[in-house]
Structure formats: structure tokens, C-alpha cells
């Protein structure tokens, strides 16, 4: 393992043997994933978490990226920006050796790509990395290595033109089906949150026509298992209010404009008020997002991705987080594309910390994790 320029300040991070790490997939590497990155390292933030933070990345694709953007000036800062680990293992000795010296902004495991990386363009023969981000961490997720993984954007298009697929052999479709196929899971819930509220969703994304027919009453349950599970396990919240949408305008107001929240939604939400949970029967979308309903909601669940994400984005587009619900670890996401057009352009050095979505998704993994072991 070895100490890498580029160099900055000393960090902050305290790293103990018993506590597992969080980790990044910087995914495509041609994006913005490595630049917000190393924007936050160099505004002293990745130091402000409680966890060690693993980064996967091309070291010379990272460190190229770096002088891009901030240029020969790193050779004058004063403690390491990064340093190269050669496995999550390795956390454990660092912990013993760094003891009154300089600690690096986070740990970078090298994920190599088969050729070199240009800021803004699409190299489809450097796909294999961005998989390999992936797979390296489920593993050390799933084996309980890493407390939480949080992902960077990638661009699907590209590993469906290099030929890469999901686990059962269908078109790779994003970061939720990957991870959910490989843990083996029959289904999980796309959840969006910000500081104004959480929003789950029970279909994703179809075409609009599709939504009714995928209104199912397992559909509906099993999400709504999830959600209450994952704000009990990984939010901390013992007895969480939900809210529900209903599918139709007014709530299918009585059965005069669908009968799909009579029929199916309303008999699924009275077996869990009946088991306890405080969760609302179908609510007319057009007034569930409103401050008199919301102030006191923990999560709301939409019942397609149209009818709950514009409302949400609306309140904080910029620091959403994409969460997976359902998954046996924690998985938080960027809410943003790749962004070819601003990777490598030192004007987005100019973006604040508080406001990316990064970082709100580094600080939403730490706080469920923190919950998990409290």
C-alpha cells in the first residue's frame, strides 16, 4: 500500500479496527462522478464522516481528473488527498500506523479501465471497470466488509453497447436491478429523499399505459413491507408514518374514476393498520403533498414514478438521494446523470459541498448506518 499525490490538509477521519467502511463506485469514468469527489475532498468534507471512506476508481484517471481541474498547484498542499489500499482489509492496519500523522481524505482501491479515460467522452471499451466498481462492491457489502455502498452515475448506454448484461442475462438496466439480482432479491423499492421528504415507489419505470396492470395487491404489499422494514432497520424508526397515493385523480373518488384503490390498494393497507402499522388507506395525490400531510410523515408511498419524484425534486433537486430499499445492505445513490459536458471543466469546482448530491448521499449512508448499530 503506498501514500499517492495528489496532496491536501489533514483530514479528520477517524478510523477504528471494528468499524466497517463506506463505499463509492465512481462509475463512468468520462463523468462527473470523480470530479464531485474530488471537490468535496479538497473543501475538507469527506473528512467530516465517521466512517473511512473506500473509493473505487482508475488511480491515473483520478489523478489526471485532478490536475484537469485544479492543475500543478497540488504539489504545494500538505497531506495526502488519498491513499492506495490494496483490499478493505487493509483499513485495519492503516488504523494502527497513522496514529498522529496526516490522514487521507478516503482510501482508494484501484479499479482499472482498459484504455485511457477523456473527460466527456464515452469509450465503450472501458465498461468492464464500471462493472467491476459493482461487483467489487456487492461483494464487500454483502460480506458485511462495508457498512454501505453509495454509487456514482453511470451511463447505461454504454454497457449496453460493450455487451453487458444482468445477472439472469437481460439488458442491464441500471444500478437497482444489478444489485438486486446479484443479492438475490425478488424485489426492492426505489426510494427518493431529500430534506423535504422520502418518496417510495411501487412501479418504476414503465410506460404509463403499463402502470394500471402493475397495481397488483402482492405488488403493493411487498412494497410496503419493504418500506416499513427498511425506516424500522435502516432509519431507525420504530413505528413510521406512511402515507399513500392513491393510483387515481381523487382517489379513484369513490369508484366514479377507477376502483383499483377499492378493489386492490385500500384491502392491502387494512392488513397492515390491522398489524399495527401507521400507515394512511389510498390518499388523493393532489393533497397528499402538502405541508398539513407532510410535517409529521416519515415516507409517502407513489404508486408510479411520475406521480411522487416531480413533487419531491421540486422541494431539492440538487441534494436528493436515490436509496434502494430491500437490499441486505444500505445502497444510496446520486440523483443526477454523468453530466459529460462539465467533467474536467474547472468551473464546477465552483459547486458547494451542502448542496451535492454526493454528499447528501454519503451522509444519508452514514446516519443509516449509525442507526443500524445504535
Known amino acids: 500500500m503506498s501514500t499517492t499525490y495528489p496532496l491536501t490538509k489533514t483530514s479528520s477521519i477517524n478510523i477504528k479496527p471494528s468499524t466497517a467502511s463506506l463505499v463509492v463506485t465512481t462509475g463512468e469514468p468520462a463523468g462527473i462522478g470523480m470530479d464531485i469527489l474530488l471537490q468535496l475532498a479538497m473543501q475538507q468534507k469527506l473528512g467530516e464522516l465517521s466512517y473511512p471512506l473506500i473509493v473505487l476508481a482508475d488511480e491515473a484517471a483520478l489523478q489526471q481528473r485532478f490536475e484537469l481541474i485544479y492543475g500543478s498547484g497540488v504539489s504545494k498542499l500538505s497531506g495526502p488527498l488519498w491513499q492506495r489500499i490494496e483490499s478493505v482489509n487493509d483499513l485495519q492496519q492503516i488504523s494502527g500506523q497513522t ?55 453511470l451511463q447505461k448506454s454504454v454497457l449496453i453497447d460493450a455487451g453487458i448484461t444482468l445477472e439472469d442475462g437481460g439488458m442491464f438496466t441500471g444500478h437497482t436491478e444489478f444489485f438486486m439480482q446479484k443479492s438475490g432479491c425478488q424485489k426492492v423499492v426505489m426510494m427518493l429523499a ?144 454523468t453530466a459529460l459536458d462539465l467533467a474536467g471543466n474547472s468551473a464546477t469546482s465552483d459547486v458547494q459541498p451542502s448542496s451535492s448530491s454526493l454528499w447528501q448521499a454519503l451522509i444519508m449512508a452514514e446516519a443509516m448506518v449509525h442507526s443500524q448499530q445504535t
Not at 471497470?129 to 454483502?142: G, I, K, S, Y
Open 99 to 153: 496514529k498522529g500523522n496526516a490522514l487521507p481524505q478516503f482510501y482508494l482501491l484501484h479499479v482499472g479501465c482498459a484504455e485511457p479515460v477523456v473527460a466527456g467522452q464515452l469509450n465503450v471499451n472501458n465498461a468492464a471497470m464500471v462493472v467491476q466498481q459493482l461487483q467489487t462492491a456487492h461483494q464487500w457489502a454483502a460480506s458485511g466488509a462495508a457498512s454501505a455502498i453509495v454509487t456514482g452515475p
Open 194 to 337: 431529500n430534506s423535504a421528504m422520502k418518496v417510495a415507489l411501487v412501479t418504476i419505470h414503465m410506460p404509463l399505459r403499463q402502470v394500471a396492470d402493475a397495481i397488483t395487491a402482492d405488488n403493493v404489499r411487498q412494497t410496503v413491507r419493504i418500506v416499513l422494514n427498511d425506516l424500522r432497520q435502516k432509519f431507525g424508526l420504530p413505528n413510521p408514518k406512511i402515507l399513500v397515493c392513491g393510483l387515481n385523480p381523487h382517489a379513484g373518488e369513490d369508484g366514479h374514476l377507477g376502483t383499483e384503490e377499492i378493489d386492490i390498494i385500500n384491502p392491502v393497507l387494512r392488513e397492515f393498520q390491522q398489524q399495527g402499522a401507521n400507515i394512511s388507506l389510498a390518499m388523493p395525490a393532489d393533497t397528499l403533498f402538502t405541508t398539513r400531510h407532510l410535517q409529521d410523515c416519515d415516507a409517502v408511498i407513489a404508486m408510479y414514478h411520475d406521480q411522487g419524484l416531480p413533487v419531491l425534486k421540486s422541494h431539492g433537486f440538487g441534494d436528493t438521494v436515490n436509496l434502494t430499499l430491500g437490499l441486505p445492505y444500505i445502497r444510496t445513490s446520486v440523483d443526477h446523470g
